[in-house]
């Protein structure tokens, strides 16, 4: 019952993950939290239960109330007629008793500074912290990876050839493509690898499913993720493929692949999944499997884009860009171009000074950064530009942004100038209620 952090085993001290099966102690060691709340927060674990020789014995923490076992959700509140201290989610049981028999004001978390109320779990003293094992924030973080491979690993296997892929750092400045490439490229293999990793590792395992049939005579499954009102560990979105199997069949019957269609929201914490193929399910009454299906499409793009625009001879690019994305410092170039009198487009808010500053600088630059807090006032001025640059070269404009959100709101701006605006989304996005539908291709 050793911490597998530092190695403390005082049985007063320590506490046991449910969901990893290791035990921690609650001191801090050199981390800003303790050894305990490092892990359930990496490991995204909830659920814990105390030593069987300590204060409190074997008790597994939960809501007296609900039963929840999340011990982030989870605080105390004094019982009024007893000398007892009673366990109670957040707000929605503290506030339940209709008896009375605690008050609810008086309730407080149990964990506090990042670590354990020390009734419940001792912390160390000083002394049997300095005899410890001394393990680094860092350290920590490459065990719970290796962890996630080989759950058996130990602080000791850190050290073994290998155990660190290292790869080159980032530089502020390239002196040629080929440099660029070979910085970049191992980087996004390595969180390929690490996507793929996680993404084929999350499951859920006898769920209850429940099928219509749509329109278009596809079978959608719809589903419920256990804690979803806690949170989900699984962020589904629109979209994910995911794979469903027969829960406990021989050789894991595959009942069919499909898409999301619907995630959890305020009137249904049901996933909808439409399959791909019309498919027969089976007749009697079953649980399922539920896995992810891993796309390399987002890293192969990544890949093939640091190839091509690497390539020298490829000539994708306008040298001086070229340069610049490989952080090499040019000569200013400012573009000839007609400057409008007036820079605030139409039915869009006005610009004030430095809006227009910006407007205007970007209009004479081949590549230029615009930054700024949130309410600034960055969508409007985008859209500004993209007006204008329509309005000075008669040319069509792309608009990229990182999130279909950001897509959106600069598309309703850009539409208002009066600009013929084509949206174009994903296929799996098509059936989603957007502000900007009629624009969608």
């Not at 058996?152 to 290998?162: H, I, S």
């Not at 989900?232 to 994910?240: A, F, K, Q, S, T």
């Not at 910006?358 to 530009?385: D, E, Y």
Request: net charge positive; with cysteine.
């Amino acid at each position: 019952h050793a911490c597998a952090y530092c190695g403390i085993h005082d049985p007063a001290c320590v506490v046991f993950c449910n969901t990893t099966k290791k035990w921690f102690c609650n001191g801090r060691g050199n981390t800003s939290g303790s050894h305990i709340i490092n892990h359930l927060v990496r490991a995204r674990a909830k659920e814990v239960t105390l030593h069987k020789d300590g204060p409190l014995k074997d008790t597994l923490l939960e809501c007296y109330v609900c039963g929840s076992k999340n011990v982030f959700l989870l605080g105390f509140v004094p019982a009024k007629s007893e000398s007892v201290v009673v366990l109670l989610c957040r707000n929605v049981c503290a506030n339940a008793n209709k008896d009375m028999y605690w008050d609810p004001a008086q309730w407080q978390p149990i964990i506090q500074g990042r670590q354990f109320l020390t009734w419940l779990v001792k912390v160390p003293t000083d002394e049997q912290q300095a005899k410890a094992r001394q393990i680094s924030a860092q350290q920590i973080n490459r065990l719970e990876e290796m962890w996630k491979e080989n759950p058996q690993a130990a602080v000791e296997d850190l050290e073994k050839p290998g155990a660190d892929n290292e790869v080159n750092p980032v530089l502020l400045r390239y002196e040629h493509s080929q440099q660029y490439r070979d910085v970049f490229t191992p980087l996004v293999e390595l969180e390929a690898d690490y996507d793929k990793k996680i993404k084929e590792s999350l499951k859920l395992e006898n769920v209850s499913v429940r099928w219509e049939t749509a329109l278009n005579k596809r079978r959608v499954a719809y589903f419920r993720i256990p804690g979803a009102n806690e949170g989900p560990e699984l962020r589904i979105m629109h979209g994910d493929e995911l794979i469903i199997r027969q829960f406990n069949s021989p050789n894991d019957c595959l009942i069919g692949v499909g898409h999301v269609v619907k995630v959890p929201d305020n009137f249904s914490d049901e996933v909808g999944l439409e399959m791909k193929q019309v498919i027969d399910t089976p007749l009697e009454p079953v649980t399922y499997k539920i896995e992810f299906k891993w796309k390399s499409t987002p890293f192969d793009r990544m890949r093939r884009a640091i190839s091509v625009v690497t390539d020298e001879q490829h000539g994708l690019l306008p040298p001086y860009i070229f340069y610049r994305l490989l952080g090499q410092e040019l000569d200013d170039m400012v573009l000839k171009c007609n400057l409008p009198k007036r820079y605030s487009a139409p039915d869009l808010p006005e610009l004030n000074h430095s809006q227009v500053f910006a407007v205007k600088t970007v209009l004479q630059r081949p590549l230029s950064l615009i930054q700024g807090p949130p309410g600034t006032g960055k969508t409007v001025t985008s859209a500004s530009i993209v007006y204008h640059l329509n309005q000075i070269h008669q040319k069509k404009v792309l608009v990229v942004a990182p999130s279909n959100t950001a897509v959106d709101q600069l598309c309703e701006k850009i539409d208002r100038t009066g600009l013929k605006v084509v949206r174009l989304c994903a296929r799996s996005r098509e059936a989603l209620a957007s502000p900007v539908s009629r624009l969608m291709l």
